[in-house]
């Protein structure tokens, strides 16, 4: 079993910056793809970003240079640095981790960004 938690959630203007964590306890491997996705009102959670346990990294379109997400292995914590928020990243942020080659999926209760001035 897997525990995820995120923080770093809030109120921003736009324009302003944002950075999520999501720690991750319990049966952890090696091989593993962690991400962020995020809903919002009224729509289907989408695909923010994902990164493996080798570092490669893939974003959605609408997040490209201005998130950025890293991770500490060590730590079994995955970060996303958000900048330049606009009003329509509003929504309610998940952590997920996908085990391989299991394919077994876990998902965070998720941390709510609002972007408003």
């Known amino acids: 079993q897997v525990q995820l938690v995120e923080s770093g959630g809030g109120l921003v203007q736009p324009g302003g910056s944002l950075r999520l964590s999501c720690a991750a306890s319990?049966?952890?491997?090696?091989?593993?793809?962690m991400g962020w996705y995020r809903q919002a009102p009224g729509k289907q959670r989408e695909l923010v970003a994902v990164?493996?346990?080798?570092?490669?990294?893939n974003y959605a379109d609408s997040v490209k240079g201005r998130f950025s997400i890293s991770r500490d292995n060590a730590k079994n914590t995955v970060y996303l640095q958000m900048n330049t928020l606009k009003p329509e990243d509003t929504a309610l942020y998940y952590c997920?981790?996908?085990?391989?080659?299991?394919?077994?999926?876990?998902w965070g209760k998720g941390t709510l960004v609002t972007v408003s001035s």
């Open positions: 319990g049966s952890i491997f090696s091989g593993n793809i």
């Open positions: 997920n981790v996908e085990l391989i080659p299991s394919g077994s999926n876990y």
């Open positions: 990164i493996t346990s080798g570092g490669y990294t």
